[in-house]
């Protein structure tokens, strides 16, 4: 697959008063391809948002380099592929979303048929559109950010760099945003997308970097990830034979009981043999089986902490 | 980069040219020197804060800009008329701020006595800074001028004159406090007078107006002299100028720097038409107009 | 054409058309233009009927002197603003990253103040105007009124305000506080309008007795600081002087030429700007 962004050792050091130092950011390389969906992690102050203001060109690097859509180097033709949802975004409060967008549209030398037709679609899509003759200033805080994602998809680019795009939203919102991310994804479009909330990743994210003090920690496929992370599986019987609670109380560990059905936590290496001895049971009767993963939230706490 | 550092590098190159242009132009233009509106003594004194002195100067300074603009002749282009009011309550506010701006005082006893006879306001102006300047020996000098000159209080004259002398070694002053008790002639009290402040000024509006002053004030004692002269000859007072002329006690008739003719009252004094002042000559509001 | 749309792209216009919007949209720009607007039509006439010489000069003078306060404040409040706000309210983070170049992007924010303060003196002079020709109607003067000498005080009160405007740019381009732009405006402002009485000043017998040191600098300020003095027709427009042609081309270009200096200097700091 084609490479969409691509980051070379890409370092910045903000020089504070009385000639402090501070590495935000330290030799990332990263490659992020088309029709992926990656999640940017990362603690607060980790260096997420360096990464994304150096992207989007609100600071320079102090060294390395990044090429955005194949573009070759030039910051403007960068620009010009992505659409770009700010954390906690605030646009131009007097204006009104239809202008906030029409504005948008027409620093991408959009026609003028194209972003009336554009804005109406992406108002409709995120449910802004009686809100659209509203300046933004009377806008609450779940509408501002969906018209920051109306904002960053009018132009149809192939690349989005979305800082938190779940904040501020209701579930619904979220579900709305999950499914247009989704959509994007289906489409062949390349999402950057930086995030708190590690469902999220779990549901859309294709791929997943971790970031710890200005250092990329890890870097693994959401897939590989889940796979690997299952550690045993959670059964749920709705009876049992003795032969099996004896062979049980080896592999197993009790973990509740209701409703005449019992719950036993199976490690991953005895799931085989188990259900080997289960299967030839005509008493047991197995009512679920529940893989018991190492979530990400785990993986995450493990880097984070972690040397 | 390199476009925006040669669009700077070539309008810096391009402006020097210009700027050298208008500031002939302006240097060359006609000055309107307003003083505009002031607030009362006492709003002005309060939003000054701590800038009492600067503001004062200020004041002055416009006066005085206004004042030098007016009295050149050749930048009287502008169809308004020299306003004494607003130049008056300019200088009143601009002392009543800082009552020790020496300048203000100075410039109100050389340009509102002889120019347009507002003594007792500038008078009381004096009296003012008196209090606070109390080591100045200008205040109660003008003041004993004013007195003695404008307003023939010689008493108080005399009283203002000794607080000066007490207060100044200055020789030029006490030659001329002397003088006030002895010399009846005000003619020569008022040269000495404009010479003393021709010599103490540094503005050159306010020397040229001393200057015409001190010319016409010679002039009117050539003619007092040239009027004693004839008494001593003839026993009588002389009818007119002119007669001092036929008779050759004097040789010309001077020339009055105002623009006036000299003449002779019915008291025998040396006055002009011009009233010692530019402007006078043909206006309506002149009283005591040319006898015959 | 090409070369056109290269100086003042699109996305240059876009930003102008946002700034003008909001400016229009403001609360303090309605309410001085309102509270200008009925000073012009009751107050002036008013107070310049309580001269009794020259009501029409006086009606012209306090008109000028209005519009030349009025749009001062507008100039200082926008200018200073301009780019605060987008760095304060974090608009810029939403803006920077579409393909805007950071000159088309200081350039349309200026191009915006600049269209702001030429709706405002176009209302503020058409009302004036009106004021005027209501205390003209009270009494006649003996000087006829010369419009287009009234049109040029203001059109080069607007040259001097987009001045300031640039200076105000130039101080937020690196400025990360509103005060240093407010009172660094300010500054120019009074500077600009002395620099000429100063080195005139200076030039006369007496200024010549200074002290060597501030004759210098007296000059380096003449020299770098604008001339705003040259800006100011108000007696021109007042007692209906004649104006040379030349003279106020050349005054025009030196604005055009000075704003030019300020805004390329403006960009070359704004460039290396990080926002964070």
Redesign the interface.
């Known amino acids: 697959m084609e490479t969409a962004i691509k980051i070379e050792s890409l370092g910045k050091i903000y020089r504070g008063v009385k000639g402090k130092r501070v590495e935000a950011l330290k030799n990332l390389n990263l490659e992020i391809l088309k029709g992926e969906v990656f999640g940017f992690l990362g603690p607060n102050g980790a260096g997420k948002s360096t990464t994304i203001?150096l992207l989007?060109?609100?600071?320079?690097p102090s060294s390395g380099r990044f090429s955005i859509g194949g573009s070759n180097g030039s910051l403007?033709n960068c620009?010009?592929m992505?659409g770009?949802l700010?954390e906690?975004?605030?646009?131009?409060?007097?204006?009104t979303g239809e202008?906030y967008l029409s504005?948008?549209g027409?620093?991408?030398?959009m026609k003028g048929e194209s972003i009336i037709s554009e804005s109406e679609r992406l108002l409709t899509l995120l449910d802004l559109h009686g809100a659209r003759k509203r300046?933004i200033r009377s806008y609450s805080k779940g509408m501002v950010q969906r018209l920051?994602l109306a904002?960053c998809l009018i132009h149809d680019p192939e690349i989005l760099i979305l800082d938190e795009p779940m904040s501020g939203l209701d579930p619904l919102g979220r579900i709305l945003v999950r499914d247009i991310i989704l959509n994007l994804k289906a489409r062949g479009k390349c999402v950057f997308m930086s995030t708190h909330i590690l469902h999220d990743i779990e549901v859309i994210c294709d791929r997943v970097g971790i970031i710890v003090r200005g250092e990329l920690r890890h870097l693994e496929s959401i897939q590989d990830i889940m796979t690997r992370g299952i550690k045993g599986y959670r059964i749920i019987f709705n009876s049992l034979s003795d032969r099996v609670v004896d062979r049980l109380r080896t592999v197993g560990e009790r973990i509740g009981s209701e409703k005449g059905t019992l719950s036993y936590y199976v490690a991953k290496g005895n799931m085989q043999s188990l259900l080997a001895e289960a299967s030839t049971d005509k008493v047991t009767v197995i009512q679920l089986i529940e893989p018991i993963r190492r979530g990400l939230d785990e993986l995450f706490e493990e880097v984070t902490r972690g040397n | 980069m390199n476009r925006i550092v040669a669009v700077l590098v070539i309008a810096t190159l391009l402006i020097i040219p210009i700027y050298t242009r208008i500031s002939a132009i302006l240097s060359s233009r006609i000055i309107q020197e307003k003083l505009g509106y002031l607030p009362s003594r006492g709003i002005v004194k309060i939003s000054s804060l701590d800038h009492k002195s600067l503001l004062s100067e200020w004041l002055f300074f416009k006066v005085l800009l206004y004042f030098g603009e007016r009295i050149d002749p050749f930048k009287r282009q502008l169809p308004t008329q020299v306003d004494y009011a607003d130049m008056y309550r300019f200088l009143d506010v601009s002392t009543y701020v800082d009552p020790y701006n020496i300048d203000a005082y100075y410039f109100a006893e050389a340009a509102f006595t002889w120019e347009i006879g507002r003594i007792r306001e500038v008078d009381a102006l004096l009296e003012r800074g008196l209090k606070f300047r109390t080591w100045d020996f200008y205040l109660p000098f003008f003041l004993g001028f004013n007195h003695f000159y404008f307003l023939k209080d010689y008493k108080k004259a005399s009283q203002y004159m000794e607080q000066a002398a007490r207060m100044t070694g200055e020789p030029l002053l006490t030659n001329l406090a002397a003088r006030f008790f002895y010399e009846s002639n005000e003619t020569r009290i008022g040269i000495s007078f404009i010479k003393f402040m021709i010599a103490k000024t540094w503005n050159e509006k306010v020397k040229r107006t001393l200057e015409i002053r001190l010319k016409a004030l010679e002039r009117v004692d050539f003619l007092e002299k040239g009027v004693e002269r004839f008494v001593q000859i003839y026993h009588r007072k002389p009818l007119s100028i002119q007669e001092m002329v036929g008779t050759g006690v004097i040789r010309e008739l001077p020339k009055d720097p105002y623009g006036g003719k000299f003449y002779l009252d019915e008291k025998g004094k040396i006055r002009t038409t011009s009233k010692f002042a530019y402007g006078r000559i043909h206006g309506n509001s002149n009283k005591d107009r040319e006898p015959r | 054409m090409l070369r056109c749309r290269n100086l003042f792209p699109?996305?240059a216009f876009?930003i102008a058309?946002?700034t003008l919007?909001?400016g229009r949209?403001?609360k303090v720009f309605i309410t001085l233009i309102f509270i200008s607007v009925i000073s012009f039509l009751a107050v002036i006439p008013a107070a310049s009927s309580l001269s009794m010489r020259q009501v029409r000069e006086v009606a012209v003078n306090l008109s000028l002197s209005t519009i030349s306060f009025v749009s001062l404040v507008l100039t200082v409040f926008f200018g200073v603003h301009l780019i605060y706000r987008d760095m304060e309210?974090?608009?810029?983070?939403?803006?920077?990253?579409?393909?805007?170049?950071r000159g088309s992007y200081l350039i349309g924010k200026f191009l915006g103040l600049s269209a702001i303060l030429a709706i405002g003196l176009t209302i503020l002079s058409l009302f004036s105007s009106i004021g005027i020709l209501i205390a003209s109607a009270t009494y006649k003067s003996q000087i006829p009124m010369l419009w287009e000498n009234y049109v040029a005080a203001v059109f080069f009160e607007y040259l001097e305000l987009l001045i300031l405007a640039s200076f105000a740019v130039f101080f937020s381009s690196f400025s990360t506080t509103v005060f240093l732009p407010l009172f660094s405006t300010v500054s120019v402002y009074i500077i600009g309008n002395v620099t000429q009485s100063v080195a005139e000043y200076i030039a006369s017998p007496y200024g010549q007795k200074l002290p060597r040191f501030s004759i210098y600098i007296s000059k380096a300020v003449y020299y770098i600081f604008p001339n705003l003095t040259a800006f100011d027709l108000k007696a021109k427009a007042i007692y209906s002087l004649r104006m040379s042609f030349s003279d106020l081309s050349f005054i025009f270009l030196y604005a055009v030429l000075y704003i030019l200096i300020i805004l390329s200097a403006s960009l070359l700091v704004f460039r290396?700007r990080?926002?964070?």
Do not use: W
């Not at chain 1, 989007?56 to 320079?60: K, V």
């Not at chain 1, 027409?106 to 030398?109: E, P």
């Not at chain 3, 309210?89 to 170049?101: D, E, G, K, T, Y």
């Open positions: 203001r989007t060109g609100l600071i320079s403007m620009k010009k992505v770009y700010p906690n975004p605030s646009f131009y409060d007097y204006l202008e504005f948008v027409n620093t991408f030398d300046p920051g904002q | 699109n996305q876009g058309k946002v919007t909001g949209r403001d309210q974090r608009f810029v983070h939403a803006v920077l990253p579409l393909p805007i170049s290396r990080e926002i964070a």
